[in-house]
Structure formats: C-alpha cells, structure tokens
Nanobody, 123 residues
Framework: VQLQASGGGLVQAGGSLRLSCAAS????????MGWFRQAPGKERELVAG????????YYAESVKGRFTVSRDNAKNTVYLQMNSLKPEDTAVYYC?????????????????WGQGTQVTVSS
C-alpha cells in the first residue's frame, strides 16, 4: 500500500499549487481522506478532508475559502487545490487515508500516510 503525494514546491505569496495524492495497492473509494500539514516545531494538523463519497468536506479555519479538496475515485487520486497562498502555509503536506465514512480530524484515526511534499511560500 502506498500513498504518493506530489505537487509541492516553492511559490510566491498569493500564488497557487495543486497537490495530488495517488494510491497504489489501495482503493481510495472506501476511505475518507485527509490533507495534513506540519511546519517545523509545530504539530501535524488537518487542513482539509473529504469523506469517502466526496459529498462531505472539512476545512480548517485558516484555509477556508482558499483551499479546495476533491477526489476522483476513478483515478484513485485525491487533490488539494491551494490558492492565495500565504507564508504561514509553508509546511510539509501529507495525505492520509481513513477507513471511515466521515472525515476525522484526529491524526491517529488515519490508517495510511503518504510521504509528504514540501510547500514553501515566500513573502
């Protein structure tokens, strides 16, 4: 089982990035998915999540209106569109899969994790 996160990079404040999380050895349609981030010296936090059907989403207050999570179960991939990026969005971003019908904000709820992709936003 592998979750492969990609799409990170260096972007100026106000810019956009689209992260992708592709799964192998795992059918994501049965999982709710979360995008977490961890900045140096800080705890890992859930920034966005989408339930197994795609009809339910969660966003942290800090990213509401700027980030959009989506999924394409036919491609076994989940996305995080990040717009209007700010320097405080700088972190390593991880995707994670939870065998549950609803998004869980707790890190320990997730069964599988991707390796992380670095997002750096310059001011």
């Amino acid at each position: 089982v592998q979750l492969q996160a990609s799409g990170g990079g260096l972007v100026q404040a106000g810019g956009s990035l689209r992260l992708s999380c592709a799964a192998s050895g795992l059918t994501l349609s049965g999982y709710s998915m979360g995008w977490f981030r961890q900045a140096p010296g800080k705890e890992r936090e859930l920034v966005a999540g989408i339930n197994w059907s795609g009809r339910g989403t969660y966003y942290a207050e800090s990213v509401k209106g700027r980030f959009t999570v989506s999924r394409d179960n036919a491609k076994n991939t989940v996305y995080l569109q990040m717009n209007s990026l700010k320097p405080e969005d700088t972190a390593v971003y991880y995707c994670a899969a939870d065998l549950a019908t609803a998004v869980d904000i707790r890190t320990r709820a997730y069964d599988y994790w991707g390796q992380g992709t670095q997002v750096t936003v310059s001011s």
